[in-house]
């Protein structure tokens, strides 16, 4: 196993959005920060939690020099009722290549009642537990640069702001 350069997360999901129905294609979109810099995608799937898997992957297509591989996920039950929460958890394995950058295995735990938001959480937290190993140091760092940067905060993250404009320009 590398040695890993520091616990502190690299990538944080600033915003995901999904939609998704019996006849019609899955759609999410995403946009992820990593200091400075800043990736917005989004992508369709075989479902919610596919099409956001998706998008994280083209978001960071340049950071990760491509696509990871989704080798696990599992969804446990934690109690019984509408308000049980449930604990995913997810397994990857880097984009495939030549080197330490595409070995190695990544595992990720979130657990919520929304279980779209514990797979994309867990998502997210496997891939900075891959981006912590000293091979992959500065990675984000060096695809964000020649980026815009990202927008200035209204201080009030993870709340909902009813005033604002959100009609989502970039789902695409």
């Known amino acids: 196993m590398s040695a890993q350069t520091d616990t502190t997360p690299a990538l944080h999901l600033t ?10 294609q899955s759609r999410g979109a995403v946009v992820i920060e990593a200091g400075d810099h800043h990736w917005r995608a989004s992508a369709e799937g075989n479902g919610a939690v596919d099409a956001l898997f998706k998008a994280v992957d083209a978001a960071l297509h340049d950071v990760l ?10 969804v446990h039950a934690l109690a019984e009722g ?15 290549g030549e080197g330490p950058r595409s070995e190695g295995l990544y595992d990720g735990k979130s657990r919520s009642t929304n279980i779209i938001a514990a797979s994309i959480e867990s998502y997210i937290e496997a891939l900075n537990a891959m981006l912590a190993e000293s091979h992959w140091a500065d990675a984000p760092a060096s695809a964000g640069r020649g980026r815009k940067a990202a927008p200035e905060t209204h201080g009030r ?15 695409g």
């Open 15 to 24: 915003r995901w959005t999904v939609t998704s129905g019996s006849n019609s």
């Open 65 to 74: 020099q491509g696509h990871p591989r989704l080798v696990g996920y599992d």
């Open 82 to 96: 509408p308000e049980a929460e449930g604990l995913v958890i997810v397994a990857v394995q880097p984009p495939p």
């Open 157 to 171: 993250r993870g709340h909902l702001d009813k005033d604002a404009d959100d009609s989502l320009p970039w789902v």
